[in-house]
Protein backbone atom coordinates (compact mmCIF):
# COMPACT_ATOMS: atom_id res chain seq x y z
CA UNK A 1 0.00 0.00 0.00
CA UNK A 2 1.39 2.85 -1.17
CA UNK A 3 0.41 6.47 0.38
CA UNK A 4 1.13 9.62 -1.62
CA UNK A 5 0.94 13.11 -0.08
CA UNK A 6 -0.21 15.89 -1.07
CA UNK A 7 2.27 18.53 -0.26
CA UNK A 8 6.25 18.51 0.44
CA UNK A 9 7.89 16.11 3.10
CA UNK A 10 9.42 18.59 5.38
CA UNK A 11 5.68 20.31 5.08
CA UNK A 12 3.88 17.91 6.05
CA UNK A 13 6.05 16.34 8.54
CA UNK A 14 6.09 19.41 10.47
CA UNK A 15 2.29 19.69 9.98
CA UNK A 16 2.05 16.56 11.87
CA UNK A 17 4.48 17.69 14.46
CA UNK A 18 2.36 20.36 15.54
CA UNK A 19 -0.63 18.02 16.02
CA UNK A 20 0.53 15.09 16.74
CA UNK A 21 -1.04 14.76 19.95
CA UNK A 22 -5.01 15.79 18.99
CA UNK A 23 -4.44 13.63 15.75
CA UNK A 24 -2.34 10.27 16.60
CA UNK A 25 -5.76 8.29 17.80
CA UNK A 26 -7.71 9.33 14.97
CA UNK A 27 -4.64 9.11 12.18
CA UNK A 28 -4.16 5.35 13.19
CA UNK A 29 -8.30 5.24 12.90
CA UNK A 30 -7.49 5.92 9.08
CA UNK A 31 -4.90 3.65 8.55
CA UNK A 32 -6.57 0.72 9.71
CA UNK A 33 -9.96 1.53 8.31
CA UNK A 34 -7.96 2.13 5.04
CA UNK A 35 -6.41 -1.45 5.27
CA UNK A 36 -9.39 -3.21 6.27
CA UNK A 37 -10.84 -1.61 3.39
CA UNK A 38 -8.10 -2.55 0.29
CA UNK A 39 -6.40 -5.73 2.03
CA UNK A 40 -9.30 -7.50 3.71
CA UNK A 41 -9.02 -11.32 1.87
CA UNK A 42 -11.65 -11.96 -1.21
CA UNK A 43 -15.18 -13.55 0.01
CA UNK A 44 -15.68 -14.93 -3.42
CA UNK A 45 -14.08 -18.03 -4.16
CA UNK A 46 -13.33 -20.05 -7.26
CA UNK A 47 -14.05 -23.55 -5.89
CA UNK A 48 -14.07 -25.90 -8.84
CA UNK A 49 -14.14 -25.78 -13.07
CA UNK A 50 -16.17 -23.00 -14.46
CA UNK A 51 -16.43 -21.35 -11.02
CA UNK A 52 -19.49 -23.87 -9.40
CA UNK A 53 -21.33 -26.89 -9.71
CA UNK A 54 -23.39 -25.39 -12.39
CA UNK A 55 -20.79 -24.18 -14.01
CA UNK A 56 -21.79 -21.10 -15.07
CA UNK A 57 -18.50 -19.63 -15.11
CA UNK A 58 -19.77 -16.86 -12.73
CA UNK A 59 -18.19 -14.70 -9.99
CA UNK A 60 -20.42 -12.44 -7.94
CA UNK A 61 -16.95 -10.27 -7.91
CA UNK A 62 -17.64 -6.47 -8.29
CA UNK A 63 -13.88 -5.70 -8.92
CA UNK A 64 -13.29 -2.73 -11.99
CA UNK A 65 -11.53 -4.83 -14.69
CA UNK A 66 -9.82 -1.46 -15.68
CA UNK A 67 -8.01 -1.34 -12.62
CA UNK A 68 -6.45 -4.58 -12.89
CA UNK A 69 -2.58 -4.79 -12.92
CA UNK A 70 0.09 -8.01 -12.88
CA UNK A 71 1.39 -8.52 -9.68
CA UNK A 72 2.95 -12.44 -9.65
CA UNK A 73 2.87 -15.48 -11.79
CA UNK A 74 3.42 -19.51 -11.62
CA UNK A 75 5.02 -20.63 -15.07
CA UNK A 76 3.85 -24.16 -15.06
CA UNK A 77 0.81 -24.23 -13.14
CA UNK A 78 -2.68 -24.17 -14.51
CA UNK A 79 -5.88 -24.36 -13.75
CA UNK A 80 -6.53 -22.22 -10.56
CA UNK A 81 -8.67 -22.40 -7.62
CA UNK A 82 -9.20 -19.21 -5.11
CA UNK A 83 -10.19 -19.99 -1.73
CA UNK A 84 -9.86 -17.29 0.76
CA UNK A 85 -6.09 -16.45 0.61
CA UNK A 86 -5.47 -18.94 -1.12
CA UNK A 87 -4.53 -20.43 -4.75
CA UNK A 88 -4.58 -24.03 -5.54
CA UNK A 89 -3.07 -25.15 -8.36
CA UNK A 90 -0.90 -27.96 -10.69
CA UNK A 91 1.93 -27.78 -12.82
CA UNK A 92 5.27 -29.68 -11.80
CA UNK A 93 3.40 -30.25 -8.02
CA UNK A 94 0.25 -29.55 -6.28
CA UNK A 95 0.65 -26.26 -4.97
CA UNK A 96 -0.84 -23.66 -2.85
CA UNK A 97 -0.45 -20.21 -3.59
CA UNK A 98 -0.51 -16.50 -1.75
CA UNK A 99 -3.31 -14.61 -3.70
CA UNK A 100 -1.78 -11.57 -2.83
CA UNK A 101 1.92 -12.40 -2.93
CA UNK A 102 2.41 -15.48 -4.65
CA UNK A 103 4.44 -16.61 -2.12
CA UNK A 104 4.18 -20.55 -2.02
CA UNK A 105 2.33 -22.28 1.19
CA UNK A 106 3.11 -25.90 0.58
CA UNK A 107 3.75 -28.07 -2.58
CA UNK A 108 3.23 -31.68 -2.70
CA UNK A 109 5.36 -34.05 -5.94
CA UNK A 110 2.45 -36.79 -5.26
CA UNK A 111 -0.33 -33.92 -6.39
CA UNK A 112 0.53 -32.77 -9.76
CA UNK A 113 -0.85 -35.10 -12.16
CA UNK A 114 -4.36 -36.84 -12.47
CA UNK A 115 -7.92 -34.46 -13.60
CA UNK A 116 -8.65 -31.11 -12.09
CA UNK A 117 -8.97 -30.38 -8.62
CA UNK A 118 -12.29 -29.01 -6.81
CA UNK A 119 -12.81 -27.87 -3.43
CA UNK A 120 -14.95 -28.92 -0.63
CA UNK A 121 -14.73 -28.52 3.13
CA UNK A 122 -10.90 -28.01 3.40
CA UNK A 123 -10.28 -30.64 0.84
CA UNK A 124 -9.32 -30.72 -2.68
CA UNK A 125 -10.36 -33.65 -4.63
CA UNK A 126 -9.50 -34.99 -8.00
CA UNK A 127 -9.07 -38.33 -9.94
CA UNK A 128 -5.89 -39.45 -10.42
CA UNK A 129 -4.83 -42.93 -11.84
CA UNK A 130 -1.56 -44.88 -10.53
CA UNK A 131 0.47 -47.96 -11.83
CA UNK A 132 1.53 -51.04 -10.09
CA UNK A 133 3.46 -52.95 -12.49
CA UNK A 134 1.41 -53.95 -15.60
CA UNK A 135 -1.49 -52.64 -13.90
CA UNK A 136 -3.08 -49.03 -13.96
CA UNK A 137 -5.62 -48.46 -11.17
CA UNK A 138 -8.01 -45.70 -10.50
CA UNK A 139 -8.64 -43.26 -7.61
CA UNK A 140 -10.54 -40.32 -6.19
CA UNK A 141 -7.56 -38.96 -4.22
CA UNK A 142 -8.34 -36.07 -0.93
CA UNK A 143 -5.88 -33.57 0.63
CA UNK A 144 -5.83 -31.56 3.14
CA UNK A 145 -5.73 -28.00 1.54
CA UNK A 146 -4.43 -26.29 4.47
CA UNK A 147 -1.43 -28.46 4.29
CA UNK A 148 -1.21 -30.76 0.59
CA UNK A 149 -0.72 -33.85 2.97
CA UNK A 150 -2.83 -36.68 1.46
CA UNK A 151 -5.78 -37.62 3.42
CA UNK A 152 -7.48 -40.73 1.66
CA UNK A 153 -8.55 -42.18 -1.87
CA UNK A 154 -11.56 -43.91 -2.72
CA UNK A 155 -11.11 -46.44 -5.42
CA UNK A 156 -12.93 -45.71 -8.81
CA UNK A 157 -14.11 -48.40 -11.70
CA UNK A 158 -12.16 -46.62 -14.78
CA UNK A 159 -11.07 -43.41 -15.70
CA UNK A 160 -12.48 -40.74 -14.77
CA UNK A 161 -12.16 -37.28 -16.51
CA UNK A 162 -14.92 -35.08 -14.53
CA UNK A 163 -15.43 -33.77 -11.11
CA UNK A 164 -18.58 -31.91 -9.82
CA UNK A 165 -18.53 -31.73 -5.63
CA UNK A 166 -22.14 -30.19 -4.25
CA UNK A 167 -23.86 -30.77 -0.79
CA UNK A 168 -26.13 -33.94 -0.57
CA UNK A 169 -29.98 -33.04 -1.12
CA UNK A 170 -30.51 -34.43 2.97
CA UNK A 171 -27.93 -34.64 5.05
CA UNK A 172 -25.35 -31.48 3.75
CA UNK A 173 -21.85 -33.46 3.37
CA UNK A 174 -20.18 -32.86 0.82
CA UNK A 175 -20.68 -35.26 -2.16
CA UNK A 176 -18.12 -35.74 -5.31
CA UNK A 177 -19.58 -36.85 -8.53
CA UNK A 178 -16.79 -38.53 -10.46
CA UNK A 179 -17.74 -39.25 -14.60
CA UNK A 180 -15.85 -41.21 -17.16
CA UNK A 181 -16.14 -40.25 -21.12
CA UNK A 182 -17.59 -42.57 -23.63
CA UNK A 183 -19.49 -45.58 -22.18
CA UNK A 184 -17.94 -44.91 -18.58
CA UNK A 185 -19.60 -44.54 -14.79
CA UNK A 186 -20.53 -42.27 -12.99
CA UNK A 187 -20.33 -42.55 -8.92
CA UNK A 188 -21.81 -40.51 -6.27
CA UNK A 189 -19.01 -40.74 -3.37
CA UNK A 190 -19.75 -38.87 0.22
CA UNK A 191 -16.99 -36.96 1.44
CA UNK A 192 -16.38 -37.76 5.13
CA UNK A 193 -13.29 -36.06 7.45
CA UNK A 194 -11.21 -39.06 7.05
CA UNK A 195 -12.76 -41.79 4.35
CA UNK A 196 -14.96 -41.47 1.74
CA UNK A 197 -18.13 -43.63 0.53
CA UNK A 198 -19.49 -44.73 -2.66
CA UNK A 199 -23.17 -43.90 -2.66
CA UNK A 200 -24.60 -45.41 -6.33
CA UNK A 201 -22.58 -46.44 -9.88
CA UNK A 202 -24.18 -45.90 -12.80
CA UNK A 203 -22.58 -47.40 -15.48
CA UNK A 204 -21.61 -47.50 -19.28
CA UNK A 205 -23.94 -44.16 -19.94
CA UNK A 206 -22.29 -42.34 -23.41
CA UNK A 207 -21.23 -39.34 -21.37
CA UNK A 208 -20.27 -38.54 -17.97
CA UNK A 209 -16.88 -36.76 -18.48
CA UNK A 210 -18.70 -33.18 -17.50
CA UNK A 211 -20.79 -32.92 -14.66
CA UNK A 212 -23.14 -30.25 -13.93
CA UNK A 213 -25.68 -30.19 -10.88
CA UNK A 214 -29.62 -28.73 -11.43
CA UNK A 215 -31.36 -29.43 -7.92
CA UNK A 216 -31.90 -33.27 -7.81
CA UNK A 217 -30.37 -34.01 -11.13
CA UNK A 218 -26.79 -34.73 -12.70
CA UNK A 219 -26.68 -33.53 -15.86
CA UNK A 220 -24.36 -34.70 -18.60
CA UNK A 221 -23.83 -35.05 -22.19
CA UNK A 222 -21.49 -36.35 -25.06
CA UNK A 223 -21.83 -36.10 -28.81
CA UNK A 224 -25.66 -37.17 -29.44
CA UNK A 225 -26.46 -37.96 -26.04
CA UNK A 226 -27.82 -36.19 -23.30
CA UNK A 227 -28.54 -37.99 -19.76
CA UNK A 228 -30.28 -36.77 -16.32
CA UNK A 229 -29.12 -39.00 -13.33
CA UNK A 230 -31.02 -38.71 -10.12
CA UNK A 231 -28.52 -37.80 -7.54
CA UNK A 232 -30.24 -39.80 -4.54
CA UNK A 233 -30.72 -42.68 -6.43
CA UNK A 234 -28.00 -43.32 -9.70
CA UNK A 235 -31.18 -43.87 -12.05
CA UNK A 236 -29.96 -42.66 -15.41
CA UNK A 237 -32.80 -41.36 -17.47
CA UNK A 238 -31.76 -40.15 -21.49
CA UNK A 239 -33.32 -37.52 -23.22
CA UNK A 240 -31.39 -37.59 -26.56
CA UNK A 241 -30.21 -41.20 -27.62
CA UNK A 242 -28.75 -40.39 -31.26
CA UNK A 243 -26.62 -42.86 -33.60
CA UNK A 244 -23.33 -40.84 -32.95
CA UNK A 245 -20.86 -41.99 -30.64
CA UNK A 246 -17.67 -41.10 -29.39
CA UNK A 247 -15.92 -37.02 -29.74
CA UNK A 248 -15.52 -34.67 -26.45
CA UNK A 249 -17.79 -34.26 -23.45
CA UNK A 250 -20.01 -31.15 -23.68
CA UNK A 251 -20.03 -29.30 -20.77
CA UNK A 252 -23.72 -28.72 -19.67
CA UNK A 253 -24.05 -25.15 -18.11
CA UNK A 254 -26.86 -24.51 -15.82
CA UNK A 255 -29.00 -21.53 -14.73
CA UNK A 256 -30.78 -22.82 -11.44
CA UNK A 257 -32.77 -19.28 -11.00
CA UNK A 258 -34.73 -20.39 -14.17
CA UNK A 259 -34.56 -23.99 -13.77
CA UNK A 260 -32.90 -24.04 -17.57
CA UNK A 261 -29.44 -25.62 -18.95
CA UNK A 262 -27.97 -25.38 -21.91
CA UNK A 263 -26.31 -27.98 -24.20
CA UNK A 264 -23.39 -26.59 -27.19
CA UNK A 265 -22.21 -29.24 -29.13
CA UNK A 266 -22.83 -29.94 -33.18
CA UNK A 267 -26.09 -29.66 -33.14
CA UNK A 268 -25.68 -26.10 -32.19
CA UNK A 269 -26.37 -24.41 -28.56
CA UNK A 270 -29.63 -26.19 -27.04
CA UNK A 271 -31.77 -24.54 -23.95
CA UNK A 272 -33.47 -26.87 -22.33
CA UNK A 273 -36.51 -26.39 -19.23
CA UNK A 274 -36.75 -29.22 -16.01
CA UNK A 275 -38.59 -28.19 -13.18
CA UNK A 276 -36.38 -29.92 -10.51
CA UNK A 277 -38.70 -32.82 -9.10
CA UNK A 278 -37.89 -35.64 -11.86
CA UNK A 279 -40.87 -34.39 -14.50
CA UNK A 280 -39.65 -33.75 -18.09
CA UNK A 281 -37.09 -32.31 -20.15
CA UNK A 282 -38.75 -30.08 -22.22
CA UNK A 283 -35.97 -28.49 -24.98
CA UNK A 284 -37.26 -24.48 -25.52
CA UNK A 285 -34.91 -23.37 -28.60
CA UNK A 286 -32.41 -24.69 -30.87
CA UNK A 287 -29.66 -22.10 -32.88
CA UNK A 288 -27.45 -22.93 -34.90
CA UNK A 289 -24.31 -20.42 -36.45
CA UNK A 290 -23.94 -18.90 -32.83
CA UNK A 291 -20.95 -21.02 -31.17
CA UNK A 292 -19.11 -24.30 -32.94
CA UNK A 293 -19.57 -26.74 -29.84
CA UNK A 294 -16.12 -26.43 -28.03
CA UNK A 295 -16.86 -23.72 -26.10
CA UNK A 296 -19.54 -23.61 -23.42
CA UNK A 297 -21.58 -20.83 -22.17
CA UNK A 298 -21.17 -17.97 -19.43
CA UNK A 299 -24.62 -16.87 -18.02
CA UNK A 300 -24.66 -13.42 -15.86
CA UNK A 301 -26.54 -12.62 -13.30
CA UNK A 302 -29.45 -11.61 -15.50
CA UNK A 303 -29.42 -14.81 -17.09
CA UNK A 304 -28.00 -13.26 -20.23
CA UNK A 305 -25.50 -15.90 -22.16
CA UNK A 306 -21.81 -15.42 -23.23
CA UNK A 307 -20.05 -17.51 -25.79
CA UNK A 308 -17.57 -17.09 -28.39
CA UNK A 309 -16.49 -18.55 -32.20
CA UNK A 310 -13.82 -17.80 -33.96
CA UNK A 311 -14.58 -13.79 -34.89
CA UNK A 312 -17.71 -12.73 -32.26
CA UNK A 313 -18.15 -13.04 -28.60
CA UNK A 314 -22.20 -13.27 -28.53
CA UNK A 315 -24.60 -12.03 -25.69
CA UNK A 316 -27.48 -14.11 -25.78
CA UNK A 317 -31.06 -14.06 -24.78
CA UNK A 318 -31.84 -16.91 -22.56
CA UNK A 319 -35.64 -16.81 -23.63
CA UNK A 320 -35.51 -17.40 -27.12
CA UNK A 321 -31.78 -17.43 -28.05
CA UNK A 322 -32.00 -14.27 -29.71
CA UNK A 323 -28.29 -12.16 -30.21
CA UNK A 324 -28.80 -9.42 -27.99
CA UNK A 325 -25.18 -7.48 -28.37
CA UNK A 326 -21.71 -9.19 -29.92
CA UNK A 327 -18.58 -7.92 -30.90
CA UNK A 328 -16.03 -9.11 -33.39
CA UNK A 329 -12.23 -9.81 -33.23
CA UNK A 330 -10.59 -12.61 -35.68
CA UNK A 331 -8.63 -13.94 -32.57
CA UNK A 332 -11.62 -15.89 -30.60
CA UNK A 333 -11.00 -18.72 -29.10
CA UNK A 334 -13.81 -21.12 -29.89
CA UNK A 335 -12.37 -23.47 -27.07
CA UNK A 336 -12.69 -21.10 -24.14
CA UNK A 337 -16.14 -19.99 -22.25
CA UNK A 338 -15.33 -16.63 -21.60
CA UNK A 339 -15.92 -15.83 -17.63
CA UNK A 340 -18.64 -12.66 -16.45
CA UNK A 341 -18.39 -11.01 -12.86
CA UNK A 342 -20.41 -8.03 -11.76
CA UNK A 343 -18.93 -5.76 -13.88
CA UNK A 344 -16.97 -7.26 -16.81
CA UNK A 345 -16.98 -10.31 -19.18
CA UNK A 346 -13.70 -11.68 -20.27
CA UNK A 347 -13.10 -13.45 -23.39
CA UNK A 348 -9.93 -15.35 -24.36
CA UNK A 349 -8.13 -13.94 -27.72
CA UNK A 350 -5.68 -16.54 -29.14
CA UNK A 351 -2.52 -16.13 -29.93
CA UNK A 352 -1.71 -15.06 -33.52
CA UNK A 353 2.06 -15.16 -34.56
CA UNK A 354 3.62 -12.49 -32.69
CA UNK A 355 0.06 -11.67 -30.89
CA UNK A 356 -1.10 -13.00 -27.68
CA UNK A 357 -2.52 -14.80 -26.07
CA UNK A 358 -4.79 -12.09 -24.69
CA UNK A 359 -7.86 -11.82 -22.44
CA UNK A 360 -10.01 -8.60 -23.39
CA UNK A 361 -12.29 -7.40 -20.55
CA UNK A 362 -15.59 -5.95 -21.95
CA UNK A 363 -17.87 -4.01 -19.77
CA UNK A 364 -20.70 -6.12 -18.99
CA UNK A 365 -23.77 -3.53 -19.49
CA UNK A 366 -22.27 -2.05 -22.96
CA UNK A 367 -19.61 -4.46 -24.44
CA UNK A 368 -17.28 -1.66 -24.92
CA UNK A 369 -13.78 -3.41 -23.81
CA UNK A 370 -12.02 -2.15 -20.81
CA UNK A 371 -8.42 -3.17 -20.92
CA UNK A 372 -6.66 -5.91 -22.44
CA UNK A 373 -4.92 -8.45 -19.97
CA UNK A 374 -1.40 -9.19 -22.49
CA UNK A 375 0.09 -12.57 -22.57
CA UNK A 376 3.81 -12.93 -23.56
CA UNK A 377 4.25 -12.16 -27.31
CA UNK A 378 6.84 -15.18 -27.92
CA UNK A 379 4.18 -17.44 -26.87
CA UNK A 380 3.17 -19.76 -29.66
CA UNK A 381 -0.19 -20.46 -30.14
CA UNK A 382 -1.39 -23.62 -28.30
CA UNK A 383 -4.58 -25.34 -27.83
CA UNK A 384 -6.53 -23.43 -24.80
CA UNK A 385 -9.76 -24.60 -23.21
CA UNK A 386 -9.63 -22.99 -19.56
CA UNK A 387 -9.65 -19.30 -19.09
CA UNK A 388 -8.82 -18.46 -15.37
CA UNK A 389 -10.59 -17.58 -12.05
CA UNK A 390 -11.81 -14.53 -10.31
CA UNK A 391 -12.25 -13.07 -6.59
CA UNK A 392 -12.94 -9.73 -5.49
CA UNK A 393 -9.97 -8.71 -6.13
CA UNK A 394 -8.01 -10.61 -8.39
CA UNK A 395 -7.95 -12.04 -11.91
CA UNK A 396 -5.76 -15.20 -12.69
CA UNK A 397 -5.61 -15.63 -16.56
CA UNK A 398 -4.29 -19.19 -17.13
CA UNK A 399 -2.16 -18.89 -19.61
CA UNK A 400 -0.72 -21.71 -21.17
CA UNK A 401 2.82 -21.35 -19.95
CA UNK A 402 1.64 -20.67 -16.45
CA UNK A 403 -0.66 -18.50 -13.99
CA UNK A 404 -0.80 -14.85 -14.46
CA UNK A 405 -2.17 -13.43 -11.18
CA UNK A 406 -3.76 -9.43 -11.83
CA UNK A 407 -4.92 -7.54 -8.70
CA UNK A 408 -7.26 -4.39 -8.77
CA UNK A 409 -4.53 -1.92 -8.14
CA UNK A 410 -6.66 1.45 -5.40
CA UNK A 411 -6.35 4.40 -6.32
CA UNK A 412 -3.48 6.37 -4.68
CA UNK A 413 -5.14 7.83 -1.25
CA UNK A 414 -3.52 11.19 -0.28
CA UNK A 415 -2.19 11.52 3.60
CA UNK A 416 -3.74 14.69 3.80
CA UNK A 417 -7.39 13.42 3.42
CA UNK A 418 -6.31 10.62 5.84
CA UNK A 419 -5.28 13.32 8.38
CA UNK A 420 -6.42 16.51 7.74
CA UNK A 421 -9.98 15.86 9.69
CA UNK A 422 -7.57 14.96 12.81
CA UNK A 423 -5.96 18.26 12.41
CA UNK A 424 -9.05 20.22 12.13
CA UNK A 425 -10.23 18.77 14.88
CA UNK A 426 -7.37 19.35 16.82
CA UNK A 427 -7.35 23.14 15.88
CA UNK A 428 -11.24 23.64 17.00
CA UNK A 429 -9.82 21.66 20.50
CA UNK A 430 -7.21 24.27 21.05
CA UNK A 431 -9.25 27.33 20.22
CA UNK A 432 -12.05 26.57 23.12
CA UNK A 433 -9.01 26.02 25.29
CA UNK A 434 -7.85 29.87 24.52
CA UNK A 435 -11.72 30.47 25.24
CA UNK A 436 -11.99 32.49 28.87
CA UNK A 437 -14.42 29.84 31.21
CA UNK A 438 -17.68 31.83 31.97
CA UNK A 439 -16.76 33.57 35.31
CA UNK A 440 -13.54 34.13 34.44
CA UNK A 441 -12.20 37.53 35.22
CA UNK A 442 -10.76 39.35 31.50
CA UNK A 443 -7.64 40.29 32.32
CA UNK A 444 -6.28 43.99 31.37
Sequence with gaps: MHLRTAFAPGRWRAAISRHATGATLAFSAAIVFFSATHCAYAAVDWQQAQHDAQR??????????????????????????????????????????????GAVLWQNAAEAGGGRSAYANGMLVRAQDRTVGSNVFYDLRVVDADT????????????????????????????????????????AIRLGATSGTTLWT???????????????????????????IDRATGVVTSFKNGALQGGLPT?????????QFYINDGSGLNAFAYNGTGGAITQLWNKTGIARGEAGVAIDSDGHLYTTNDQTLFEIDPLNGDI?????????????????????????????????????????????????????????????????????????????????????????????????????????????????????????
Design 56 to 101: TSRSESALDPAKLALVWSAPGYHEPLIVGNRVFARGPTGAAFDVDT
Design 148 to 187: GVFKYSVPLPGANTGIVIAPDITTGQPVAYAGGGNRGNVL
Design 202 to 228: SANTLAGGALSILGDSLITAQVDHYYR
Design 251 to 259: VTVVDAQRN
Design 324 to 444: LDSVNNTRYSRTATPVVSANGVFAYVAASGILGPDVIAYSRSTLDPLITLSGDRNTPGTTYSGLGALDDTHFIFDHPDGLRVYQVVPEPTSLWVLVAPAILLRRRQQERERRPNKGDTPAY
